[in-house]
């Protein structure tokens, strides 16, 4: 099986790619390290270089296909490009993305909640969790102990497991239960060495000393037992 290129190198900006299929809505390159949006991540944007033009990809389409900006010429079948992704977005994803991964491995572990949701843009993120009470100084002690892990400068990795092995994982379970489609048959698998394992198709930084110190900005409650944590990180 062919994994796409954001899976195979999560630090790949910059790639040389042909042209597959193209129309005015949207680009097939042989080889693609965009990421699509998925699992609260938004997709990539960037640029394909070809001959002297520059054709701005403003996102994925829901077929897969890089979307350029309207007005830009896209590239025809056949064409080499260079595909660049917006590095400085990307890297703050990635960062912001981890990130959401040692949160929810911290409120898991110490204050026993489970994950709800996610979403995040570059540099700020936002869990929720199903916490019925939440405990004094929570946001506090929260903000501190996800600050302590992440100088702990644990090792993010990425792995490939077939559907069974995914569904006998109970760590990665906890997370997923309703999240990995019947038709999925092979499940990637996010480590936070020793704190965190979830199903997850997004990129991730390689440690977590590399996300930076966060700051947990606001705790507000939306419901009976619905919490939602608000997470800022550092430019970087
Ligand atoms: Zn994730």
């Not at 299929?21 to 070809?50: I, K, N, R």
């Not at 048959?185 to 199903?199: C, S, T």
Request: charged share 25%.
């Amino acid at each position: 099986m062919n994994f796409p290129l954001y899976w195979r190198d999560q630090q790949a900006m910059r790639w040389p790619a042909t042209v597959v299929a193209s129309a005015p809505d949207g680009v097939t390159l042989d080889e693609s390290a965009f990421y699509p949006g998925g699992g609260g991540q938004p997709a990539d944007v960037g640029v394909l270089e070809w001959g002297g033009v520059f054709t701005r990809v403003e996102g994925v389409s829901a077929a897969g296909a890089l979307v350029p900006v309207e007005g830009d010429p896209a590239p025809p079948v056949g064409t080499a490009v260079v595909a660049r992704l917006d590095d400085v977005r990307r890297r703050s994803l990635m960062r912001t993305h981890s990130a959401l991964h040692v949160v929810c491995g911290v409120v898991f572990r110490d204050f026993a909640a489970l994950v709800t949701g996610s979403n995040m843009e570059p540099l700020t993120g936002r869990m929720d969790f199903n916490l019925p009470e939440v405990p004094d100084g929570f946001k506090t002690d929260l903000e501190r102990i996800v600050n302590e892990e992440i100088a702990r400068d644990r090792a993010i990795t990425a792995r490939v497991v077939s559907r069974d092995v995914a569904l006998a994982d109970s760590d990665v379970m906890r997370t997923a239960k309703h999240l990995i489609p019947e038709q999925v048959e092979q499940v990637r698998i996010i480590d936070v060495e020793g704190l965190d394992a979830q199903a997850d198709s997004g990129t991730h930084v390689a440690s977590t000393r590399q996300i930076g110190e966060v700051s947990i900005t606001k705790v507000e409650s939306k419901g009976k037992g619905f919490r939602r944590v608000r997470v800022v990180l550092p430019t970087a």
